[in-house]
């Protein structure tokens, strides 16, 4: 594992109703060539003009325009082309269910508005190497499969990858395969390319428990081994006794910049800086909100943020969250991963992660059985 100047990792999601998961709804991300043609670093990046809309129809007394239904995300129709190549089949609209489109899967939707969405945060390629997404393969009305996201992670060795139980609980290992060195997933400029690999198996937490997120870790064992480079490398794991209280730390991902419809997922990896609070303090704000004064933090989680606009979001979870080890800061390690939050970014309630060095030596013991199963050599990663 190589040391970095910055790192990153982004959040998951929550527990029962009054949390909000993290976790991106199962649309396209862009991941496909075909989505979307390779635009040169210096071109034009505004967005191509849809044409399967040919005439404009009004609704809504003229504040929604009709179009077809995966155009409508929200509310709001789509203009940055997410989800809009390999659409899934089956979802339910966004748009009013009482539409006055004549178009039977034409919804009404909000008309888009001229804001140019920020570009402050955005990762530098290679910054974060240890970053990778989690995708699951659909077969829609074509043969060919299209990707969907599920969340992000961690690569902890070349054939192992960190992540959040509550991402992949509900799939079957055959179903998902990772992403690694992806950086903007519109465009395939990037200097080195991305790698994938099936996930041959993975384990989730014997204590993880899928309403409160305790517990919530999970490690994918990869049927392909990467081969670590400039863009794809190994995060480093602490030890149980590791302290990050107070520390400046930073998280990733391709998750939304707000919570709610007015949230936008990127298509450059984000970056954020959180700083990790104490459990008391957390467990203070955290009472606070609709969690109400009882609530209990369990020892599994840490927190980090409560600056507001600034947390990991939908989208984010599994991702990692690192900093700078306290006791050799030449090097950085990962001190959570992106489990739940209440809303995104608000004042004084930090987002809530998994506690790795609680789940250090679960995660250790595990990673090592499973590469044995798989006669892979452990090495020297942790």
């Known amino acids: 594992m190589r040391s ?7 959040l998951a999601a929550a ?19 075909d989505c979307n043609n390779p635009v040169d670093p210096g071109g034009n990046t505004s967005p191509v003009p849809n044409n399967t809309v040919d005439t404009l129809v009004l609704c809504n007394g003229g504040a929604g325009s009709c179009v077809p239904y995966y ?23 966004t748009g009013q269910s009482n539409s006055d489109c004549p178009q039977f899967l034409d919804v009404c939707c909000n008309n888009p508005t ?18 990778v997404a989690v995708l699951r393969e659909e077969q829609v009305v074509s043969d060919k499969p299209v990707n969907l996201y599920v969340c992000g992670g961690s690569l902890i060795h070349p054939s192992v990858v960190l992540t959040a139980a509550h ?40 204590g993880y428990n899928s309403g409160a997120l305790f517990n919530d870790y999970a490690l994918l064992f ?16 602490p030890t ?29 990896l984000k970056k954020i800086q959180l700083e990790v609070t104490t459990h008391k303090h957390c467990q203070t704000a955290l009472r606070t909100t609709r969690l109400g004064k009882f609530f209990v933090l369990d020892d599994s989680f840490i927190c980090a943020g409560g600056q507001p606009g600034v947390d990991t979001c939908k989208g984010d979870g599994g991702s990692p969250l690192v900093c700078q080890d306290p006791q050799d800061p030449s090097r950085y390690v990962q001190a959570g991963i992106v489990a739940w939050g209440i809303g995104c970014g608000e004042e004084g309630i930090p987002g ?25 050599p452990v090495g020297s990663y942790w």
């Open 4 to 10: 970095l100047v910055v790192l990153v990792t982004v």
């Open 15 to 33: 527990t029962a109703i009054p949390r909000e998961r993290r976790q991106a709804e199962p649309d396209c991300f862009w991941w496909e060539p």
């Open 167 to 206: 991402c992949v609980a509900a799939y079957k290992a055959n179903e998902l395969k990772i992403r690694a060195g992806e950086w903007d997933t519109q465009r395939t400029y990037e200097l080195y390319p991305h790698q994938e690999s099936k996930v041959n198996s993975y384990v989730v937490h014997e």
């Open 71 to 93: 155009l409508c995300r929200e509310g709001d129709i789509v203009t940055d082309g997410a989800g809009l190549i390999n659409i899934r089949f089956g979802n339910s609209t």
């Open 114 to 131: 001229d804001e140019i969405p920020p570009t402050d945060n955005q990762a530098q390629f290679g910054e974060f190497p240890w970053m």
């Open 240 to 268: 149980a006794d590791l302290n990050f209280q107070n520390s400046q730390c930073w998280a990733t991902g391709w998750g939304k910049d707000k919570f709610g419809k007015d949230g936008t997922f990127q298509n450059v």
């Open 222 to 237: 990869l049927e392909q081994s990467l081969e670590l480079g400039p863009n794809v490398d190994t995060i480093c794991l």
């Open 352 to 376: 809530v992660y998994a506690n790795i060095p609680y789940g250090s030596q679960w995660i250790l013991e595990n990673a090592v059985s499973g590469l044995n199963k798989q006669n892979i």
